[in-house]
C-alpha cells in the first residue's frame, strides 16, 4: 500500500529537477510565442524554424571553434532576420501570417540541414558549450538549471521593461487595436516587423541553449515548437487572470512552461507502458485542448459580472 | 487651414462594382472652424473623412493642411496633426491597456516613441487630473482595463486622448451614433468641452446636433456638397429648412429615417 503511494512521489522527484530546466530553457522559446501570440496577436509559425535555427547555427559555429558567446550572438540574430523576413511577408507582400510563418518554416527547413553541413544532425560532444564548465564542477543537470533560470529569468525581466516602454506600449497597442495605433501616429508595420524579429530571436536563444543542454542538434528539433510554446502560454494564462498585471503574465508564461515540462514528464514516466517519447506531441495538443476548454467553461460568468459591475459603478456615481 | 481641392475617390475602379464615392470635393476650413457634414448613407461623409484622415489617398485632388500638401502622407505620419475619433466606441481605445496607459499613448501622438517608462509617477498625477476633467468618474480606475468601461465611457476617453495634445484638426466621424441617447447628450457635452477654439469636422446623422454644434454646415449626396451654410446664414437654418433641402437632392428613404 505504502509502496504504490510512494511511487507517484518518487516519480514526481525524479522528473522534477530536469523538467524545470527544460521549462527554464523552453520558457524563453514560449515568451516569444507569448510576443507574437498574446501581444501582436499573431498565430507565427516561423518559431519552428527559428527554433532550430539558434541550435543549428550555434552548433555550426561551435564546432569551427567560434567562442560559445558569439556562437549565441549569432543564432538570436540569425531568428531575429528570419522573424523580420515573416513579418515582411505579412505586412508588405499582404500574405495572412499564418502562411507567411509556414513558409519561413519551410525556408528555414533547407537552410537549417546546409548550416549543419548537410546533415540532419551533429553532436557537441566535448564543444565548450555554456554550460560545460559547470556541468564539470557540478553536475549536468544543476548546470542547465542554473544557466537555463538566468536565461528565462533575464527573458522575463527585459520583456518587462521593454513592453513597459513608451515604444513597447506602442507594440502592445498595435496588436490590440491596429485601427488606434496608426490613429495614434503609430507605424503599426513598422512594429509588426521589429516585434516578429524579436519573437523569433527569443525562439533561436531558446533553440541554441537547448542544443547546448542536450549537446546535439537535429535540423528538424523544431517541429512542434510552436505547439509547445502555445502549451506553456496556455497553462500560463490558465492561473493569471488576464486583467493581472502584465508583470504577472510573464511570469505566468514562465510558470505555465515549467509546468508543461513537469506534466509532460509525469505523463510519460507514470504511464510507462501505454505512451512512450512519440506521444509527446498528442499529449500536448491533449493538454492544451484541456486547458482552453475549461477556460471556455469556467471563466465566461465571472468576468462578464466584473465587467458590469464597474460599469454600474460608474453610472452610479454620474447620477 | 484645411483645404481640399476637387477630392475624387472611385471604390472598385474599372469594375462592374465601381462607385464614386467622392466626386470633386471642395472644402476650406479656417482655424478655429467647426464644420458639421450631414447626408444620407452612402453620400460620401465617411469617406471624406477617410481621405482627410489618410485611411486612403483620394483618386484625385489635393488635401493641403496648414500649407503643407499631405495628399499622399500615410495615416499614421498625419495623426501627429489630425486627431479622429470613430463611430465604434471601440476602435478608438486599445481594450487590453489600461486608461492611463492609453492616455500616455495618445499623448506621445506625433511624437518619437522612446524607450522611457511609458507612465510615469509624474503622469499618473497628471492623466488622472485630465480624466477628471470628463465628470464620469473615471479617475478612480486609472489602473482599470478599458475592456471593462462602457461604449459611453470609452468614447469619452477617446475624445480627450484626441484632443490631448491640441491636433491641427479633429475629425468626428458619427462619434455618438452608437451610444444611447442619454450617453450621447453626455458624450456631446463633452464634445463641446474640448472642441473650444478646435478646428474640426463633425459628421452626425442628426439634424438637431449638426445645427447646434458649429459654425459652418455641409450637406452631402453621392459624393457632392450639395448644400452649405455657414455663420449667421447656418443660425437662421432650421431641422424643417434642412429636411427640404434633402427633399430636394431626391432623399426620400433619409426623410422620413431623419424626420
Redesign the interface.
Known sequence: MLLQLCAPLTAVFNVLPGSIADGFIWSILTIGVFISYKILNIADMSVEGTFALGGTVTAALLTIGVPVSVAMIVGAIGGFIAGVFTAILHTKLKIPAILSGILTMFILYSINIHVLGNKASLALLGRITLMRKLAEATSPMVANLIVGGIFALLTVGASYW?F???????V??TG??P??????????DGRIILTLGISNALAALSGSLLAQSNNNVTANMGSGAIVIGLAGVVLGEAFVK??WPFAFRLIGVLAGSVLYRIVIALALQLLNGFLTADDMKLISAVLIIAVLAAKRFSAKRPLKT??NN??E???A??K | MLKINNVVKIFNKNTINQKIALNGIDLELEEGDFVTVIGGNGAGKSTLLNVI?GVFSPDEGKIILDGKDITNVP???R??DV??V?QDP????????NVE?NV???K???KK??????VTKEDKKKFKELVSQL????E??MS??V????GG?RQALTLL?ATINKPKLLLLDEHTAALDPKTAE?VLEITSKVTQNQTTVMITHNMKDALRFGNKIIMMNEGKIVFSASGEEKKKLTVNALLEKFAIVGNQTDRVLLS
Open positions: 521593454f513597459g516602454t513608451k515604444y513597447g506600449s506602442s502592445r497597442a490590440c487595436n485601427e488606434m495605433a496608426r490613429a495614434q501616429g503609430i507605424n503599426t488576464e486583467k466584473k465587467s464597474l460599469s459603478n460608474l453610472n456615481e454620474n | 484622415a495615416e499614421h505620419k495623426s501627429a486627431a479622429r470613430f471601440m476602435k478608438g481605445t486599445a481594450a487590453e491597456m496607459e500616455a499613448i495618445a506621445m501622438r506625433g516613441r522612446g524607450l522611457g517608462w511609458n465628470d464620469l468618474g473615471l478612480n480606475y482599470q482595463k475592456s471593462l468601461l462602457s465611457q486622448m453626455k
